[in-house]
């Protein structure tokens, strides 16, 4: 009794979340920072070289939205079913949806939406191959929501399937075939950041029971170690092995960019690690941008993967 009174007596110390109207409140449900996630559409086109052409920048473009629409689905109707809960918990009270800026049946109602239009346009404006694989991420992510982020090992499956599956669907909608190099690295590269920002929040909340998301009682610090050094392992692998394939496609290049980023792309999975080692690698965004020279390793990557797509 005496601990939920003092529960009780902080909360109502913590300040209101601030007034906001409806559209605003959406909005923010929406979970705008998390859509810079969805700039991995690009992936399979700028793998196959085949970004630029005005029709490839459309489609891309398109798939974008929609892909944002969906995951702005699964927050809305996410927040709408964990709405009591996150009432009680100190920061998630603040989202629009437990504050009651944004009715719970409006949450409900705005994501059956977003989760209905989105596949059907791509549908009309895509390729039938496109909205299945939108309706299977939305699938997916709703089943997470109710049990799957209950689930050993399935929860990261899960999310890094979302990452994946991201990856894919630019190709996907162009009808780019994806090389089995590009699936590996991309799957595993996206289990590497995923395990890394599990073991961060587990590392972070030691001796903090309850104060994250419950599953992470469950796993050791030392299996989510276990998990992103074997992903970053078998990412690196497979990113040198498609460096190291001649493919019998002769090559013009000045210099052998395919060989040289691997340099740069074992760099940056090296210097991602230190933040993983330390339990800091929290959001991947976050990571990038914060460290400069992770960021600027980046650029390098990215110039000399552009070098040897266009076989410069």
Same mark, same amino acid.
């Given at each position: ?25 959406? /909005? ?23 970004? /630029? ?70 549908? /009309? ?149 230190? /933040? ?37």
């Amino acid at each position: 009794m005496a601990e939920t009174a003092l529960r009780e007596r902080t909360r109502q110390r913590q300040p209101e979340p601030p007034k906001i109207g409806l559209l605003r409140g959406l /909005f923010w449900t929406a979970r705008p920072r998390q859509w810079v996630k969805s700039v991995l559409v690009v992936a399979a086109p700028a793998a196959a070289g085949e970004l /630029f052409s005005r029709h490839a920048i459309t489609q891309v473009t398109l798939v974008f939205v929609l892909f944002t629409a969906c995951a702005a689905a699964v927050y809305l109707i996410n927040d709408a079913r964990d709405a009591d809960a996150d009432r009680a918990h100190p920061v998630k009270r603040r989202r629009p949806v437990a504050a009651g800026q944004v009715p719970v049946p409006v949450a409900y109602a705005v994501g059956a939406v977003l989760a209905v239009v989105a596949p059907a346009t791509a549908a /009309f404006l895509c390729s039938p191959l496109t909205s299945a694989l939108l309706t299977a991420y939305l699938g997916m992510q709703l089943a997470y929501c109710v049990s799957l982020k209950h689930i050993l090992v399935i929860d990261l499956a899960v999310v890094t399937t979302g990452f994946l599956m991201r990856a894919m669907i630019g190709g996907v909608a162009l009808g780019i075939p994806l090389s089995r190099w590009f699936l590996i690295t991309t799957g595993f590269g996206a289990l590497f950041m995923v395990a890394a920002k599990r073991y961060s929040e587990a590392v972070q909340m030691a001796g903090k029971a309850g104060a994250t998301r419950a599953l992470l009682t469950e796993y050791t610090t030392g299996y989510l170690r276990f998990v992103w050094q074997l992903a970053a392992g078998v990412a690196v692998l497979g990113y040198c092995l498609w460096a190291l394939e001649e493919g019998g496609v002769p090559h013009t290049s000045v210099l052998p960019w395919r060989q040289l980023s691997m340099v740069a792309f074992v760099l940056a999975v090296l210097r991602y690690a230190v /933040f993983a080692d330390r339990g800091t690698a929290g959001e991947p965004e976050d990571v990038v941008l914060r460290d400069r020279a992770l960021a600027l390793i980046g650029v390098v990557w990215l110039v000399m993967y552009a070098l040897a797509v266009a076989d410069w």
